[in-house]
Every structure is written in structure tokens, then in C-alpha cells.
């Protein structure tokens, strides 16, 4: 289409340069009826010339100008892109790292995160992307909820303590004082293995929360009976699912929040509600 268009205005150059030497000789020849209509073809394929060409250059003008336009806006809308995730990073780290005693609630923190992500949605941050800026708070929650299950169990450990030593006070049979001692015997190097030496943070940056969890664990045979254990493993199913779901959204769940902040809130009374259900 473009080069019939040019091939239509060389014809037009053509026809008005012939207009225009006619024209010259019929007014040469005295007549001037004839040069005036072929002057006046001259002139309109001169017109015809001329606003074909203020046509060719502002839309070639307007083009180019669009095309700048649209090249320095996605320019810009990559700039944000970049500006939002570095932002989002350094945010997601500062609420993973902040804050480690308990405040703002874990339902405060994602509901500041949820809004984030709304906007790196908006900016069409890829998922890709986005893993790597949701990933310090990913593992911080794993580590969350398993420093709040160890808490919990241990919170048992003077509940028996103090059953045993009752106990032992209350019949003064040597089965009683055996039992005590036997649990002290079994829980010291439970607890040491347990302790700082565990390093429970290098183990979740490379296992899953469950697997960690079992290694932390007491052994069957151990200071817990059969009872106590399968208790505690309830309590782990319950964590393992809030713990599951909050990975799979890449920041807590509104049901997992509420039941992390629950239980922050009441660790003592879940350890007396596991350590009552294994007496049943």
C-alpha cells in the first residue's frame, strides 16, 4: 500500500511538471483558456504534492513521538517495578527480623504484608520475584511456630515434675521416689541436646518444619510415656497445619494468625491441656 501511494505521487509530479510546460506554451501561444486550465492543474497537483507530504511527515512525527512516549513509560513502570520490590524486600525483612517479642500481633504483621502484595500484584511483580522478597518471612513463621511448639512441651516437663515429686512427698513408696528420679535422669540430657546445641534455625533453612520437629522431640522411651508423647504428636499435627497453610500463601492465613496469637498468649494452659489429655 505504501508504494502505490509513492508511485500515485511521482505520477502526480510527473502530470504537474507536464501541466506546468504546457501551460507555459499555450500562454506563449496566446492561448490563454487552455494555459489557465493547466496552470490550474499545476497548481492542484502541487497542493496534491505538498499536503501529501505534511501527511507522510506528522504521522511519521506523531509515530516516532508515540513511540517515545510508550518506550519512556515502560521505562518508568520498570523503574516502580524494581523500586516496589526493593521496597517490599527491605519491608518483609523488617517485619521477619522486628518486633521478636510478641509485638504487633502476627495478624497485624500480614495484614501490612497483605497490602504489599496488592501492590506487587498491581505492578505485575512476578511470582518468581516475589518468592524471593516473601521468603525471609516464610521462614521467620516457620520458626515461629516451632520455637512456640518447643515452649509448649517443655511447659510440661515441670507439670510432671511437680506430679512426681507430689507424689513421691504424698506415699513416700520407693516407687514413687524411682519415678521421680527416673524422669530427672531421662530429661537432663534431653534438655542439653535440646538447648543452644540444637541450633534450630541452621536445621529449618534446610528441613521441613516436621522433620526438625522430630528430631527435636523426645524419644519413645523417654521422659514422656507412650500417653504423653501421643499428646504432644496431636499438638504437632496442629501446628504442622497452620505452619503447611501459611507456606503454601507465603505469609500466615487469617486462621493461622489467630491461632498463633492464641496460643502465644496462652502457652502455659496448652501445656496443662496436653498434659491433662494424656492422663485420660
Same mark, same amino acid.
Given at each position: 500500500?505504501?508504494?502505490? $501511494? ?24 496566446? *492561448? ?17 504534492? #505538498?499536503? +501529501? %507530504? ?8 506523531? %509515530?516516532?513521538?508515540? !513511540? ?46 497483605? =497490602? ?13 520475584? !516475589?518468592?524471593?522478597?516473601? !521468603? ?7 520458626? =515461629?511456630?516451632?520455637?512456640? #511448639?518447643?515452649?509448649?512441651? $517443655? ?18 513408696? %520407693? ?30 533453612? *534446610? ?18 510415656? =507412650? ?18 497453610? +501459611? ?8 486462621? +493461622?494468625?489467630?491461632? #498463633? ?14 498434659? *491433662?489429655?494424656?492422663?485420660?
Amino acid at each position: 500500500m505504501e508504494k502505490l $501511494r509513492e508511485i500515485y505521487i511521482f505520477v502526480a509530479f510527473v502530470v504537474g511538471v507536464g501541466c506546468l510546460l504546457l501551460a507555459a506554451f499555450q500562454a506563449w501561444s496566446g *492561448n490563454m483558456k487552455s494555459a489557465a486550465g493547466l496552470g490550474t492543474a499545476f497548481v492542484v497537483c502541487g497542493i496534491f504534492l #505538498f499536503l +501529501s %507530504q505534511i501527511k507522510t511527515f506528522k504521522v511519521w512525527e506523531v %509515530q516516532v513521538e508515540l !513511540r517515545e512516549t510508550l518506550d519512556r513509560a515502560e521505562e518508568i513502570i520498570g523503574r516502580l517495578r524494581r523500586l516496589a520490590a526493593i521496597s517490599a524486600r527491605a519491608s518483609y525483612l523488617t517485619i521477619s527480623w522486628g518486633n521478636r517479642l510478641g509485638t504487633p500481633t502476627a495478624k497485624e504483621k500480614q495484614a501490612v504484608l497483605d =497490602d504489599i502484595d496488592a501492590q506487587l500484584v498491581e505492578l505485575k511483580v512476578t511470582p518468581e520475584e !516475589r518468592a524471593v522478597i516473601i !521468603r525471609p518471612w516464610v521462614k521467620m513463621i516457620k520458626a =515461629d511456630f516451632f520455637f512456640l #511448639f518447643t515452649r509448649v512441651v $517443655r511447659g510440661i516437663a515441670p507439670l510432671k515434675t511437680t506430679e512426681l515429686v507430689a507424689a513421691m512427698h504424698a506415699t513416700q513408696s %520407693q516407687a514413687a521416689t524411682d519415678a521421680s528420679m527416673a524422669h530427672s535422669d531421662l530429661i537432663t540430657p534431653w534438655s542439653k541436646k535440646t538447648n543452644a546445641d540444637f541450633k534450630a534455625m541452621d536445621r529449618l533453612e *534446610n528441613k521441613s518444619l516436621s522433620a526438625v520437629i522430630d528430631e527435636w522431640m523426645p524419644e519413645k522411651g523417654g521422659w514422656l510415656s =507412650d500417653k504423653e508423647l501421643a499428646a504432644v504428636v496431636l499438638f504437632k499435627k496442629e501446628i504442622l497445619k497452620q505452619a503447611d497453610d +501459611s507456606e503454601k500463601k507465603g505469609g500466615y492465613t487469617k486462621e +493461622s494468625a489467630e491461632f #498463633f496469637d492464641a496460643l502465644l498468649k496462652h502457652e502455659a494452659e496448652k501445656s496443662e491441656e496436653i498434659w *491433662n489429655a494424656s492422663k485420660k
